[in-house]
């Protein structure tokens, strides 16, 4: 049954702030570490009697999203982010986003932290890979308010 707004993927000090912080603000987020005991203990202390889903494996995980998937991704930068993606391409469809939300290419952090809002603000913007240049600008949340395009540099 798919119940969850978004997911999230890395269970350290930052991942759990960010899934309680998108809980509190109505979303409902499915948690997925890969030693899947932090899962567990994170349903039963930090997020406990919260709306917050746990999953036991990446294709539990997917079955609990809503259409079109989103997945944020809180592992070490570097091999285990490419792994992660390798491993979640075969069970996604076209639409569906995954957002590498760790320390990957520390020189663009200005420019991640200012997507960061605009997602919270609940409007995305990203490059069609197979037409580069051309960005699309969406309210892929379904929350948040009147959203509008711009450019912006950072």
Not at 22 to 40: E, I, L, P
Not at 98 to 118: C, F, K, T
Not at 138 to 152: E, F, K, L
């Amino acid at each position: 049954l798919a119940e969850a707004d978004i997911a999230l993927i890395g269970l350290a000090v930052m991942g759990q702030n960010l899934i309680m912080n998108m809980n509190d603000h109505g979303f409902v987020v499915c948690a997925y570490n890969r030693t899947v005991s932090k899962v567990h203990d994170f349903l039963q202390n930090e997020a406990k009697g919260s709306k917050v889903v746990g999953a036991e494996s990446l294709e539990d995980m997917v079955s609990k999203l809503k259409k079109p998937r989103r997945i944020i991704l809180l592992v070490k930068a570097g091999q285990a982010v490419d792994d992660f993606i390798d491993k979640l391409v075969p069970l996604l469809q076209a639409g569906d986003i995954v957002i590498d939300g760790g320390n990957s290419e520390h020189d663009m952090l200005p420019a991640n932290l200012l997507q960061a809002q605009r997602d919270y603000f609940g409007a995305h913007t990203y490059e069609l890979l197979s037409n580069p240049g051309h960005y699309i600008h969406t309210n892929w949340t379904g929350h948040g308010g009147n959203v509008s395009s711009s450019s912006y540099n950072a």
